[in-house]
């Protein structure tokens, strides 16, 4: 079955420091592939989402590139700030209609000034 | 922007009680699900919800039951509630040919005690 395995966290950045989070994925077929982001006392939200091989999502300076060879999706930023200590899910689901999504157990995220 | 709101933040019921999670979404959204999350397990889907009256079971759908009687609502009911059901519960929505979660809720804090 599908499965997604993220670096443990917390993950704790200086202001401005550089971001990876990690993120690797068992699955059948070709799966899209997600980051959301969950702030605190608030519900998740898309962040971005890559569909195919080498495809890179791109929202709010952060990234990740869908590594078909690696089986990975780390998320990166270059700078990070304050306001992006929240909690990261990397998520996968296979195409074609409605196909369940495989969530991973989130990333802490502890930016400081 | 899209709102999806949960009735209740915090909710504590007791053991066999019937409990009812509310959930709106405003952006006249197909598809709606509902999860529960949990520390170590990530987001596990619960029910999820193509159309009015439509639903199908997610992973764990044992104990649980839904109702959309319109399409803007969506209810998770506990028959009998349980101490295993203490957890956060999330609300969530997609357009249409959008299968996965786009848009949660801020989730509502289940006790069971």
């Known amino acids: 079955g599908n499965s997604v395995t993220q670096m443990e966290g917390p993950v704790t950045l200086s202001e401005e420091a550089f971001l990876t989070i990690n993120c690797t994925y068992t699955?059948?077929?070709?799966?899209?592939l997600f980051w959301y982001v969950q702030y605190p006392g608030e519900g998740l939200q898309l962040l971005l989402k890559a569909t195919k091989a080498d495809d890179k999502g791109s929202n709010k300076g952060f990234e990740a590139t869908y590594r078909k060879e690696t089986t990975s999706f780390h998320l990166e930023k270059g700078s990070v700030q304050v306001s992006d200590s929240a909690v990261y899910f990397c998520a996968l689901s296979n195409s074609g209609g409605y196909q369940k999504v495989t969530f991973g157990t989130g990333t802490k995220l502890q930016v400081i000034p | 922007d899209v709102k999806v709101t949960q009735s209740s933040r915090y909710l504590v019921k007791r053991t066999g009680e019937k409990v009812f999670l509310e959930c709106v979404q405003d952006m006249d959204h197909e598809n709606m699900f509902w999860y529960r999350q949990d520390p170590g397990l990530g987001l596990r889907l619960i029910y999820f919800?193509?159309?009015?009256?439509?639903?199908e079971k997610g992973d764990i759908p044992e104990g649980y039951s839904v109702s959309r009687e319109k399409k803007e609502r969506f209810s998770l009911i506990l028959e009998s509630a349980s101490t295993n059901q203490t957890s956060m519960y999330l609300c969530a929505s997609s357009t249409d040919g959008f299968y996965q979660p786009q848009h949660f809720g801020d989730g509502t804090r289940l006790s069971i005690l």
């Open positions: 699955a059948t077929g070709y799966p899209s």
């Open positions: 919800s193509y159309d009015v009256k439509m639903k």
